[in-house]
């Protein structure tokens, strides 16, 4: 098996999960490759089948101990004022911080959107990168909020001068600067000088919002959390997952540690949605640190190896800090998507303006191992 975390069809847990997913996931959700129009739905046979290798997730699942922790917690579905694990107090706890500095959100995602609505009012404008995570801008766009979106420099690293000139220019009028730090979809980091030159830079008064939800597998020693400037009182605020590393992204679970004047502004806009059961999963995650060790270290092998074996085949691969990789297949790449998927392989979505570069997500040693037969079947060896 591809995972140390053995779990059995007749497990309560997994059957209610499994039905909890398919529930949550139709009629877009994985059924569909974000971003494209409604297809047939899969039967979930045909889904399991899939090497789902487009959403950057956690492919091993969530370890044994956090199974269990949720299982247990199933009893507390029928109430309201539950027992939650006390999970702000852990996360509080993890990071050194008070748990007036802790947002809970259902996934860093309800982070991301909550954080628009409430600094993205009154007209007020968000300056980032592009390609970048895209939710955060789709968010604003509903919101009809406008974005100052910088391209990436030449190696694809992010142009922080260019958004201290940007913050610096429409001071007045921004409401936030977002930085994804590793960068999705490209898998570079910001360095901590670099962090540190743009909250220096700008206005003390502009938040800053870092994305950290691929942390957990940054290797570059330059690179740093941004958690500290929180204790500093900086306005800053970080947004972590628990859909990557802990392998929970279908149970929805994340959160914010930010001062605690800019969590009060972001409160009244959450919707209250995070259940019983992935708070206590959470909680249980945050203490599981061999599992986590365990699924990094495999993460990164087969990181390595992926990018070394598509270099050998001439297609150039960004460097990468995080569970997925991008490679330049030289040609467009929304047909080779297809291809893989007709092969039984699912891959990210096209990103503009990088339309002829595929984002992978590193899946199990079986699932890298289809995913490569199946590039070397439809892509030909390029010249280096």
């Known amino acids: 098996m591809d995972t140390p975390y053995p779990v059995t069809r007749r497990r309560f847990f997994g059957g209610m999960a499994s039905a909890a ?21 899969n039967t979930l046979d045909e889904y399991d089948a899939f090497a789902k290798l487009s959403f950057n997730e956690n492919n091993y699942g969530p370890p044994e101990s956090v199974l269990k922790a949720m299982t247990q917690a199933f009893k507390y579905a029928n109430r309201y004022g539950y027992p939650d694990g006390d999970i702000v ?15 809970l959100g259902a996934g860093s995602g309800e982070i ?30 509903a919101l009809k909020a406008d974005q100052i979106k910088l391209p990436l420099l030449k190696d694809y690293r992010q142009d ?31 360095t901590r000088q670099e962090v540190a030159a743009l909250l220096n830079a700008i ?64 409160r009244p806009h959450m919707t209250g949605t995070i259940n019983a059961i992935v708070k206590w999963g959470g909680a249980a995650a945050l203490k599981d640190t061999a599992a986590q060790a365990w699924v990094r270290t495999e993460t990164l092998a087969l990181r390595k190896k992926t990018s070394v074996a598509l270099e050998g085949m001439g297609y150039p691969v960004i460097p990468s800090e995080t569970n997925f990789v991008m490679v330049h297949l030289k040609r467009p790449v929304q047909p080779v998507i297809e291809e893989f998927r007709k092969k039984g392989v699912l891959v990210g979505r096209p990103f503009p303006p990088m339309l002829e570069h ?27």
Request: glycine letters at 6%.
């Open 358 to 384: 595929l984002r992978v997500s590193i899946g199990t040693p079986a699932e890298m191992d289809r995913f490569m037969v199946a590039f070397r079947e439809i892509l030909p060896r390029a010249a280096s």
């Open 112 to 141: 991301l959107d909550v954080a628009c609505t409430a600094l993205l009012m009154d007209d007020r404008k968000v300056v980032g990168s592009e390609p970048s995570y895209n939710v955060l801008y789709s968010t604003a766009t």
């Open 21 to 41: 997913s398919l529930l949550a996931l139709r009629p877009a959700g994985l059924w569909s490759q974000q971003g494209q129009a409604p297809r047939r739905q």
């Open 203 to 266: 206005p003390e008064d502009v938040p800053v919002l870092i994305d950290e939800a691929y942390h957990h597998y940054v290797e570059d020693p330059a690179y740093a959390t941004s958690v500290p400037y929180v204790l500093e009182g900086r306005q800053v605020i970080i947004a972590r997952t628990f859909s990557k590393i802990s392998g929970l992204a279908g149970m929805r679970l994340g959160y914010a540690i930010a001062p605690r004047e800019l969590l009060q502004r972001m």
């Open 160 to 190: 922080i001068p260019g958004l201290i000139r940007a913050t610096r220019k429409n001071y007045r009028d921004v409401g936030f600067v977002y930085l994804c730090n590793p960068n999705n979809p490209t898998g570079n980091i910001v």
């Open 89 to 103: 107090q852990e996360i509080a706890k993890h990071h050194g911080v008070e748990p007036s500095n802790v947002l």
